[in-house]
């Protein structure tokens, strides 16, 4: 059974969005959070705030979106999740938050250098504002992908 199988997984992975709303880097159930296990993702549902998630809602997809376990629709920012895992097979994880500091900066579409040396071999360097793309759509995908290049994290344009 793949809920068996990842169970781990999702307990983590609904651990993440827990401590990102106990942040304050999203409200309701904005952002969303994956995780790569093989061939697989674990997705985060889409539109269940992560105050009434539990880790049995993830959506289990195959690297081309199809669904492979999960009661609910995965996130609309799927696309963008399958799109960085198929490019970058290194990436163990994805995750969207909506922090109002990062969307202020990202409004001013300039780069964020990074504000101490320690953090650049994990960043690799500034990081990029990923021009505007609609929510959930494949532009935003390919947008995200373009502003990651070699780096390990990116703003979005809003």
């Known amino acids: 059974m793949v809920y068996a199988m990842y169970n781990d997984q999702k307990i983590e992975l ?5 401590k990102m709303r106990e942040l304050e880097m999203v409200i309701g159930s904005s952002g969303n959070v994956s995780t790569r296990v093989g061939d697989h993702v674990i997705i985060t549902p889409s539109g269940i705030p992560y105050t009434k998630m539990r880790a049995s809602d993830a959506v289990v997809l195959d690297l081309e979106g199809n669904t492979i376990e999960g009661p ?12 960085i895992y198929r490019h970058r097979p290194e990436c163990g994880a994805v995750v969207h938050s ?16 990074p504000v101490i040396d320690e953090i650049i071999p994990s960043l690799g360097g500034h990081i990029r504002v990923a021009e505007y793309g ?25």
Do not use: F, W
């Open 14 to 18: 609904l651990r993440t969005c827990q």
């Open 72 to 83: 609910h629709k995965a996130s609309m920012e799927t696309p963008t999740h399958l799109n």
């Open 98 to 113: 909506h922090s109002v500091y990062a969307s202020a900066i990202a409004a001013l579409r300039k780069q964020l250098p």
């Open 134 to 158: 609609i929510p959930g759509t494949g532009e935003l995908a390919e947008n995200v992908l373009k502003g990651l290049d070699d780096r390990s994290g990116v703003l979005l344009a809003n």
